[in-house]
């Protein structure tokens, strides 16, 4: 046996020697693999080459030095000598040497995505110089899908509506976070400065849903400045015909693979003015402060681990009401009204994420903010504490080239403390008290995303589940599909449920600010509801014109929905589950146009169907115009020294609330009658400068006399929510931009 042994030992040496080889991979210096580049043994004839994931197998020689030659195209070739025969990583060097190459585009100041298969319109940087765009709430004047609507003429309350519907039913998320709710959902679309976004997304109807199950009518990212992306220094300063004055900046840092970015953000108030004689300010008196660290580590494409956090403390203040009042002495008083809201709230978010190869990936999403305000309607004092965690740990998995899964588990945390006290009460309003709600909400979501039919069709099929302290289990199905037949068109569909609970005091501001009585009629339920869409786009280019046509219809349908009935009592609102049938049809047409790289035209128009059924009688929602119309026109000359921006909105007839039961002086009519709002601005660029100026509302319309018992603000027929259109008429601004790369 030991003489076989020995034979088959000297037999077999030669080919295990032989058939020996190295193993390893090659990366470039971000730890990303490099397929396709070209490893040799010095000398020899030996060679091999990386796969897509950039790991190899060669042959090693049986004599000779055991060097091994890399090379691959705009990386420095390399000569090793290993130390060992099992396994080597290699890290490549970027040639320094290469000449720069420039690629220069046109990118439109907003666009519908091709690549996205949910329908997704992008709001550019570029787009928003085009106004003056302030805040969030400043920056659709030019977009049609989102109309910025106000909910408190005499705060400048204002919401963001998608498909004609409340902004409660969509999704306002800040770098993927959902950072506005509850509280934070009146006056935070106002928090987030216009200079500081580098894009905003927005997605009608039934979408993704592993940012949560609140989003029924559309969503809306808000995407900031990046460190790594951002000019190194910018500061912007605006004031306008009311002498409110507003300044923003920004510093960003980088080196290697850290960045951060430091902003500032300072309002100081305008001028007590009363243009439309009715004795309430136009604008309220506005302060805020507010500071935001932004930091970033690595890059989510590259391998190991990679981090963003934000920080941000804001501090505001509004003083409204009539024109006469003054904080120090009338709060609280019924010498004259006023409306006086103060708040702070700190809000952090963190992601971390490790990608293992190109296909697998783990992320962990984190944020959270806390809300202390302490506000007074008149005579009634509103506190309110509110403290919100959402966490989510995501693993996603690209297990074709463009296919993937996203699964995972979330958390949501919703803890609001109200506290409602009158220092009078001659209407005998019966609301006072503390109002509490906590909600913690575990889920368990997966969305699978397949491309299939040589890539013409994406489908999208996303469900979570989530169980609700109070409420129990909740399923939330959503699904999209995505046909492109051929380039630049795409013929979209999709269905998908949603629900969200409602915080009646802080999403209506409305309520507290009016006489009326409150009345609860039952507990509260979840409002749910069921969207179903669809939407086709198409581009185009011909000679020196550019273009997308689009065209979509949403059908919303509630299934349960919580009304404010001012209609029912002149003197009372009262607070219910609706559960009959609720509807929302929206349809849109739109054509953008690009002539020359010079000239952009977008004209779109817009018809809402927005109703109830009170039994066998459909019921008209107030405030939304059945028909929009807007064009928007940008011209920019050879030279890119100036350009000219203009937008015109037409607005029609809109349906009010019932006041016939109220004394004739204070009735207003069933129906608004059309209008016209025509802004324009003006900008010139210096090398490290721009100057703008413009003016919103050029024709000067406004409704007369939004508030309905001005004349006696304490009486039970006072109500600011009957705004259905501008109050403040015409407003000139003036500002300027500097940056530094």
């Known amino acids: 046996m030991k003489l076989y042994l020995i034979i088959a030992i000297i037999f077999l040496a030669p080919f295990s020697l032989s058939a020996q080889v190295l193993k390893g991979k090659v990366v470039n210096e971000t730890n990303q693999p490099l397929a396709d580049a070209l490893l040799h043994w010095l000398n020899t004839d030996i060679h091999a080459t990386t796969d897509k994931q950039g790991e190899f197998e060669i042959n090693i020689p049986a004599e000779g030095k055991k060097k091994l030659v890399v090379s691959f195209i705009s990386y420095q070739s390399d000569t090793i000598t290993l130390t060992t025969d099992t396994y080597v990583h290699i890290k490549m060097v970027p040639v320094n040497q290469l000449g720069e190459v420039v690629v220069k585009g046109v990118v439109p100041?907003?666009?519908?995505?091709?690549?996205?298969?949910?329908?997704?319109?992008?709001?550019?940087?570029?787009?928003?110089?085009?106004?003056?765009?302030?805040?969030?709430?400043?920056?659709?004047?030019t977009n049609a899908s989102v109309q910025t609507a106000t909910t408190n003429v005499v705060t400048n309350a204002q919401e963001l509506r998608i498909l004609g519907l409340s902004g409660v039913y969509n999704q306002v998320l800040l770098d993927g976070f959902p950072m506005i709710q509850g509280l934070s959902y009146t006056y935070g679309i106002s928090d987030i400065p216009g200079p500081l976004i580098d894009n905003i997304y927005i997605s009608k109807g039934a979408n993704s849903l592993v940012q949560g199950y609140e989003s029924i009518s559309g969503q809306i990212d808000v995407e900031t400045k990046e460190p790594d992306k951002a000019n190194k220094l910018f500061l912007n300063g605006y004031m306008n015909t009311f002498l409110e004055k507003q300044f923003n900046g920004y510093y960003s840092y980088k080196k290697n693979r850290w960045g951060d970015l430091i902003a500032a953000n300072m309002v100081q108030p305008a001028s007590r003015f009363d243009k439309n004689n009715d004795g309430f300010l136009d604008l309220p008196l506005l302060t805020r402060y507010e500071v935001m660290n932004k930091l970033k580590f690595g890059n989510e494409q590259d391998f190991g681990f990679s981090f963003e956090s934000g920080i941000r403390l804001i501090n505001e203040q509004r003083i409204g009401g009539q024109i006469n009042y003054d904080v120090n002495t009338d709060k609280g008083k019924s010498t004259a009204y006023g409306e006086y809201i103060s708040y702070t709230q700190p809000e952090i978010w963190a992601k971390t994420a490790y990608r293992w190869d190109e296909s697998k990936r783990m992320v962990l999403y984190a944020s959270a903010f806390h809300q202390n305000q302490n506000s007074w309607f008149g005579l009634t004092n509103y506190k309110a504490l509110q403290t919100t965690i959402d966490t989510r740990l995501q693993y996603e998995w690209n297990y074709k080239e463009k296919s993937n899964l996203k699964t995972g588990i979330s958390f949501h945390y919703f803890n609001l403390d109200?506290?409602?006290?009158?220092?009078?009460?001659?209407?005998?309003?019966?609301?006072?008290?503390?109002?509490?709600?906590?909600?913690?909400?575990?889920?368990?979501?997966?969305?699978?995303?397949?491309?299939?039919?040589?890539?013409?069709?994406?489908?999208?099929?996303?469900?979570r589940l989530d169980h609700h302290n109070q409420f129990g289990f909740i399923f939330t199905p959503r699904t999209l599909l995505r046909y492109s037949p051929v380039k630049?068109?795409?013929?979209?569909?999709?269905?998908?449920?949603?629900?969200?609970?409602?915080?009646?005091?802080?999403?209506?501001?409305?309520?507290?600010?009016?006489?009326?009585?409150?009345?609860?009629?039952?507990?509260?339920?979840?409002?749910?509801?069921?969207?179903?869409?669809?939407n086709f786009t198409q581009g185009f280019s011909l000679t020196n014109i550019d273009g997308t046509f689009s065209a979509d219809f949403y059908r919303t349908r509630f299934y349960n929905q919580i009304f404010p009935d001012y209609n029912t009592n002149p003197t009372k609102v009262y607070i219910s589950n609706f559960t009959g049938k609720s509807i929302s049809n929206a349809f849109q047409a739109e054509i953008s146009l690009n002539f020359y790289k010079r000239f952009e035209l977008n004209s779109s128009y817009n018809y809402l169907n927005v109703y109830r059924m009170q039994g066998k009688q459909k019921q008209l929602l107030p405030f939304i115009p059945a028909d929009m119309i807007l064009n928007?026109?940008?011209?920019?000359?050879?030279?890119?020294?100036?350009?000219?921006?203009?937008?015109?909105?037409?607005?029609?007839?809109?349906?009010?609330?019932?006041?016939?039961?109220?004394?004739?002086?204070?009735?207003?009519?069933?129906?608004?009658?059309?209008?016209?709002?025509?802004?324009?601005?003006?900008?010139?660029?210096?090398?490290?400068?721009?100057?703008?100026?413009?003016?919103?509302?050029?024709?000067?319309?406004?409704?007369?006399?939004?508030?309905?018992?001005?004349q006696n603000p304490f009486d039970p027929y006072f109500d600011v929510s009957s705004v259905w259109g501008p109050t403040m008429g015409r407003e000139g601004y003036i500002g300027i931009r500097f940056k530094l790369d």
């Open 488 to 534: 630049e068109t795409s013929i979209r569909g999709s269905i998908g449920y949603g629900w969200r609970t409602a915080n009646v005091f802080s999403e209506n501001p409305s309520l507290l600010a009016s006489q009326r009585d409150i009345v609860f009629m039952e507990p509260l339920k979840p409002e749910r509801a069921v969207n179903f869409g669809i």
């Open 418 to 463: 109200e506290n409602i006290s009158f220092t009078q009460n001659p209407l005998n309003h019966t609301y006072a008290g503390n109002y509490e709600k906590l909600e913690y909400v575990p889920g368990i979501f997966a969305e699978n995303t397949l491309y299939f039919g040589q890539d013409k069709f994406t489908w999208i099929a996303g469900a």
């Open 109 to 141: 100041g907003q666009y519908i995505s091709f690549l996205n298969p949910i329908k997704t319109e992008v709001i550019t940087s570029a787009e928003l110089k085009k106004g003056a765009c302030c805040d969030l709430a400043g920056c659709f004047n």
């Open 632 to 710: 928007a026109l940008s011209y920019e000359p050879l030279t890119n020294k100036w350009h000219i921006d203009a937008n015109i909105h037409w607005y029609g007839k809109q349906h009010l609330p019932n006041t016939s039961s109220n004394p004739p002086e204070y009735q207003r009519p069933a129906v608004s009658k059309p209008y016209t709002t025509v802004n324009a601005q003006f900008t010139y660029n210096f090398k490290k400068f721009e100057i703008y100026a413009g003016c919103e509302n050029i024709l000067d319309f406004r409704q007369k006399q939004p508030i309905i018992s001005w």
